[in-house]
């Protein structure tokens, strides 16, 4: 069983619509979430944290469920450049290494 | 700012060959990671440094990859000799110490052939 679950998708979607990402993770030990976005051949770019309680980031809003140890990312109003993979990532308490999922890809249509 | 840089972009060398990937943290930052990518895998952990020791190298696969960071500023990752499995994504990203958000250089593409 893999550290970190994501659906590989695609999710292919039309502007406007939203759209939202879970991950799952095994470690119950894992501190600090985050997604991160990777276009194709880049680097991964940080998207935003994920705090305990919740938080948003104009149209993005990320969530974290401790007691099933999961994450989700909602899209709201998506637009073409939102198009990339979405990389779901924790890291275990008493270290700074990342475990990345295997990315969840995201076509948004015109 | 100038963020994380690594050299070369694309390597492409022959099985048993050397080959020594390059990257220069964010200025400032003494959290130096580096992360690999082989095709259709997840990205995996290689190893940490602070400043010039390594804290954390559990991810290394084996004793042909050598990471150095001397002085704590650029950091090296040496492959010797380079093996067939050993081609992907080399991406190397920086923190500052006390923050756990990381940040990507571009990565190396080697290819081993």
């Known amino acids: 069983r893999k550290e970190v679950e994501q659906d590989p998708g695609p999710f292919n979607v039309p502007e406007g619509a939203t759209v939202a990402f879970n991950c799952t993770y095994s470690n119950s030990a894992s501190q600090s979430f985050f997604w991160y976005r990777q276009d194709c051949r880049k680097e991964p770019k940080l998207l935003m944290s994920?705090?305990?309680s919740g938080n948003e980031d104009g149209r993005f809003t990320a969530q974290l469920n401790r007691a099933s140890q999961y994450i989700s990312l909602l899209i709201r109003d998506s637009k073409l450049s939102d198009s990339a993979t979405y990389l779901c990532v924790v890291s275990i308490s008493g270290t700074y290494k990342y475990i990345f999922g295997t990315g969840t890809r995201l076509k948004v249509l015109a | 700012e100038a963020g994380v840089t690594q050299f070369p972009s694309h390597s492409v060398i022959e099985k048993g060959q050397t080959v020594t990937l390059r990257c220069d943290p964010i200025s400032g930052h003494d959290n130096l990671y580096w992360y690999r990518r082989v095709m259709g895998k997840e990205i995996k952990f290689l190893l940490h440094f602070v400043k010039e020791s390594k804290q954390d190298e559990s991810g290394m696969p084996n004793n042909r990859f050598l990471a150095e960071r001397t002085g704590g500023t650029y950091s090296t990752l040496k492959v010797q000799p380079a093996e067939l499995e050993d081609s992907g994504v080399y991406f190397c990203?920086?923190?500052?110490?006390?923050?756990?958000?990381?940040?990507f250089g571009p990565g190396t593409r080697l290819t081993v052939l």
């Open positions: 990203a920086s923190s500052q110490v006390g923050l756990n958000e990381q940040f």
């Open positions: 994920v705090y305990s």
